[in-house]
T-cell receptor
Framework: DAKTTQPPSMDCAEGRAANLPCNHS???????VYWYRQIHSQGPQYIIH???NNETNEMASLIITEDRKSSTLILPHATLRDTAVYYC??????????????FGSGTRLLVRP | DAGVIQSPRHEVTEMGQEVTLRCKPI?????LFWYRQTMMRGLELLIY????????DSGMPEDRFSAKMPNASFSTLKIQPSEPRDSAVYFC??????????FGPGTRLTVL
């Protein structure tokens, strides 16, 4: 079962920041937070991941609270092409049998013109 | 790099027929995953391989489904016999390590 909770839908205006929240209150100390998105009719796409520190890359920023029970994905200047379903996932490190990238229902983000 | 390649992109078949979906992972990646996506159940992990060896197939729905990875550059997912409830988009993904998966474009399967 997915270990995260996300709002089913959000919207934001084009050019504005999109802040997508995720609750993972049962996260373990060695579990990472991953974000993926899925644009309509395409395969999921990796965005970013982190353990405890905030992370930034060319696509987005990830803010993880100090207690690690929640995180926020930030798209600083949303465009129409960012309209997609965004998935927040927690997973342990390594590639043993406990590894499973489990996708929940995600947040459907609509970027409005 | 061409990314993960899946074929066919679309498959329409009749109930009872055998269906074979194919996947070529990114060169150098050592783990491969098969996912299925439907409106009702979302994205489900069916099976994954590490170094060509199946690690976890607990997501395979039933014996009608089988997956193989004969070498590092090729995997198949077979459904025999197919049923209408198998209609879904099937994704293949690969990775070298960790949770950064690279997904293919998917195969849309319709079983009539």
């Amino acid at each position: 079962d997915a270990k995260t909770t996300q709002p089913p839908s959000m919207d934001c205006a084009e050019g504005r920041a999109a802040n997508l929240p995720c609750n993972h209150s049962t996260i373990s100390g060695n579990e990472y937070v991953y974000w993926y998105r899925q644009i309509h009719s395409q395969g999921p796409q990796y965005i970013i991941h982190g353990l405890k520190n905030n992370e930034t890359n060319e696509m987005a920023s990830l803010i993880i609270t100090e207690d690690r029970k929640s995180s926020t994905l930030i798209l600083p200047h949303a465009t129409l092409r960012d309209t997609a379903v965004y998935y927040c996932i927690v997973r342990p490190p390594g590639m043993d049998s406990s590894y499973k990238l489990i996708f929940g229902s995600g947040t459907r983000l609509l970027v409005r013109p | 790099d061409a990314g993960v390649i899946q074929s066919p992109r679309h498959e329409v078949t009749e109930m009872g027929q055998e269906v074979t979906l194919r996947c070529k992972p990114i060169s150098g990646h050592n783990s491969l995953f098969w996912y299925r996506q439907t409106m009702m159940r979302g994205l489900e992990l069916l099976i994954y391989f590490n170094n060509n060896v199946p690690i976890d197939d607990s997501g395979m729905p039933e014996d009608r489904f089988s997956a193989k990875m004969p070498n590092a550059s090729f995997s198949t997912l077979k459904i025999q016999p197919s049923e209408p409830r198998d209609s879904a988009v099937y994704f293949c993904a690969s990775t070298l390590a960790g949770g950064r998966l690279f997904f293919g474009p998917g195969t849309r399967l319709t079983v009539l």
